[in-house]
C-alpha cells in the first residue's frame, strides 16, 4: 500500500491552478494537507496580512473539507522538524510545495528539501505564483535586468505561459490521521492571527479572503472595471483596478489565469498585464538582490542623510500631515488594509522627500498594515520611491502632494472620503522641504 502524500500549503491557498496539489492528487493515494506557521512566516506577517491569513486558511480548511473530504492540519514551531516527523510516521510517496522567493524562505526550503529527500523519494516544488519565475528571463549577457521595459519585452518574446487548470475533480479521500505525531497540530483560533482589538471591523466590509473571494474580484473587473482601467487606474476616487493585490500575494488566485484570461492584444490588456509584469519584475529583483528588502540597490545611497523624526513619522502614519491626498492614503490604509497605488506613490514621496525620513521606516509600517503586505512588491515601490532602486523615480524628482491631490481626484472624492473632516494645516513648508530634500541629495552625491 503506497504511502500518502503531503502537500505544504504555504502562499498558494487555493485549490485550482495549483500545482503541487495537483500533482499529489493524480498519485490517487491519500494526502495529508498541512500549514505550518513557523518562524520565517511569523517574522514576515504583519498584523493586517495574519487577519487576512487567518479567512484565508478558513476558507481553504473548509473547501478541502468540502470537495474531498481532507483536513488541512496546522501546526505551529520548526517546518523541518514537523515535515520531517510527518515523514517518519506515515512514510510518504511524496511531498510536495509552491516555490517562494523571498531570502529567508529560500534559505529555509533549500534545507528542507535537502534533509526530506534523505527519507522521500519524491520531495518537489512547483511554481504556482508567478509567470516568469526570476532565472527564467535574464538580459543577453545572462545577467538579471534592472530595468522594467526590456525586462518586460524579453518576458513577453520568451514563449508560452502554462494553461491554468481546474480544481481536480471533487472526491471523497482517504483520511489520514496526521495529528498523530508528537509536535501538536493546532487550532486555527491558536495561532491568534486576529487582532485582540477590534481595529480590523471594517476590514469585513472590504474584503472577502479566500479563493472564492479572489475569483469575485476577478470576475467583477473583467464585467465592470476592466473597460475603465486604463484610463482610470491612476484615479484613485474611481474604482477601476481589480483590488487582487492580496488575493494574489496569499495565492487564491493564479497569475496563469489573468494571463489566459487577458491575453496580452488590445491595449487595456497589454496595460492591466504589464501591471502584473511590475509584480514578475518585484520578484525577480529580490531574488537576485536579496540584501535590497533592508538595503538600498544603488550603493551611494547607503550614504543618505535621512532624518530622525519620530512626532513626522507619527502623523503621517495617523494621516495627520495636513495635507489632504497623504492624510486621505494613510487613513485609507488604517482602515481598509489597502491603499491605490497612485496614493501608495505619492505618501512615500511625501515621507522620503518632504519628510527625508528614511524609505526603511515607511516599508516597515506598509508590511504591518497592508492586506498586500508583499516583501518583493513593497520593496520595490519604496525604492522607487527613494530613487534608490531599480529604475526608481530619480531622486531629485520630488511630487507636489498638492498638485498630485489635484491632479488625480480633481473633485476631492477620494479625499472627502476618507477625511472628511480635514483642516488644512501641513506639518512641512512643502517648498521648503523640497529644497532640504535636494540638499541632502547633493550631500550624498559629495
Ligand atoms: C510604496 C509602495 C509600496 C507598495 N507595496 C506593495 C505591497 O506590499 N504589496 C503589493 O502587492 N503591492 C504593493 N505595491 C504595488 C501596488 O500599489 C499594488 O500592487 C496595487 O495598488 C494593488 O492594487 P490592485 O490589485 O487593484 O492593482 P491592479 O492595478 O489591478 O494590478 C493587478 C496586480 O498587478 C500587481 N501590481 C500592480 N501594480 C504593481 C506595482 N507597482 N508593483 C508591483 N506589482 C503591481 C499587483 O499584484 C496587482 O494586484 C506598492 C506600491 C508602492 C508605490
Not at 101 to 122: F, G, H, N
Not at 147 to 156: G, N, Q, S
Not at 312 to 326: C, S, Y
Request: hydrophobic residues 40%; contains cysteine.
Amino acid at each position: 500500500m503506497p504511502g500518502p502524500s503531503i502537500v505544504w500549503f504555504r502562499r498558494d491557498l487555493r485549490l485550482h491552478d495549483n500545482p503541487a496539489f495537483q500533482a499529489a492528487y493524480k498519485r490517487n493515494g491519500a494526502i495529508i494537507p498541512v500549514y505550518i506557521w513557523d518562524d520565517v512566516e511569523e517574522r514576515a506577517t504583519g498584523a493586517a496580512s495574519r487577519w487576512w491569513l487567518y479567512h484565508s486558511l478558513t476558507s481553504l480548511q473548509k473547501d478541502l473539507q468540502n470537495f474531498y473530504n481532507l483536513s488541512l492540519t496546522i501546526y505551529r514551531g520548526d517546518a523541518l522538524k514537523i515535515l520531517s516527523q510527518l515523514t517518519d510516521v506515515f512514510c510518504p510517496q511524496a511531498i510536495y510545495w509552491g516555490r517562494l522567493y523571498e531570502p529567508s524562505t529560500r534559505r529555509r526550503d533549500e534545507k528542507i528539501k535537502e534533509s526530506l529527500s534523505e527519507d522521500c523519494e519524491d520531495v518537489r516544488s512547483f511554481n504556482s505564483s508567478l509567470l516568469f519565475e526570476p532565472w527564467m528571463v535574464l538580459n543577453n549577457e545572462g545577467r538579471p535586468f534592472q530595468v522594467f521595459t526590456p525586462y518586460w519585452r524579453k518576458c513577453l518574446a520568451s514563449g508560452s505561459i502554462e494553461k491554468p487548470t481546474a480544481a481536480p475533480p471533487k472526491e471523497n479521500r482517504k483520511v489520514v490521521d496526521s495529528k498523530k505525531i508528537s509536535v501538536p497540530a493546532i487550532n486555527l483560533e491558536d495561532l491568534k492571527l486576529r487582532p485582540k482589538i477590534p481595529w480590523d471591523k471594517n476590514f469585513y466590509k472590504f474584503w472577502n479572503p479566500g479563493e472564492a473571494g479572489a475569483q469575485k474580484n476577478w470576475n467583477t473587473f473583467l464585467k465592470d472595471r476592466k473597460k475603465n482601467y486604463s484610463e482610470g487606474r491612476d484615479f484613485p476616487a474611481l474604482a477601476s483596478t481589480s483590488e487582487l493585490s492580496p488575493h494574489l500575494h496569499f495565492g487564491e488566485i493564479s497569475p496563469r489565469q489573468l494571463w489566459w484570461e487577458m491575453k496580452p492584444s488590445s491595449a487595456v490588456q497589454n496595460v492591466f498585464l504589464k501591471e502584473v509584469g511590475w509584480r514578475e519584475f518585484a520578484h525577480q529583483l529580490l531574488y537576485h538582490f536579496p540584501q535590497t528588502s533592508n538595503e538600498p540597490l544603488r550603493e551611494e545611497f547607503k550614504k543618505f542623510p535621512w532624518r530622525e523624526d519620530s512626532k513626522g513619522l507619527r502623523a503621517w502614519q495617523r494621516g495627520e500631515t495636513g495635507f489632504p491626498i497623504v492624510d486621505a492614503g494613510m487613513r485609507q490604509l488604517w482602515q481598509t488594509g489597502w491603499m491605490h497605488n497612485r496614493v501608495r506613490m505619492i505618501v512615500a514621496s511625501f515621507l522620503v522627500k518632504d519628510l527625508l525620513i528614511d524609505w526603511r521606516k515607511g516599508a516597515e509600517w506598509f508590511m504591518d498594515t497592508l492586506v498586500d503586505a508583499d516583501l518583493a512588491n513593497n520593496t520595490l515601490g519604496w525604492q522607487w520611491a527613494g530613487g534608490c532602486g531599480a529604475d526608481a523615480a530619480p531622486y531629485f524628482r520630488v511630487f507636489n502632494p498638492m498638485l498630485q491631490g489635484e491632479k488625480f481626484d480633481p473633485n476631492e472624492d477620494y479625499i472627502r472620503r476618507w477625511v472628511p473632516d480635514m483642516k488644512l494645516d501641513p506639518i512641512v513648508d512643502h517648498k521648503k522641504a523640497r529644497e532640504r530634500a535636494l540638499q541632502a541629495f547633493a550631500k550624498m552625491k559629495g
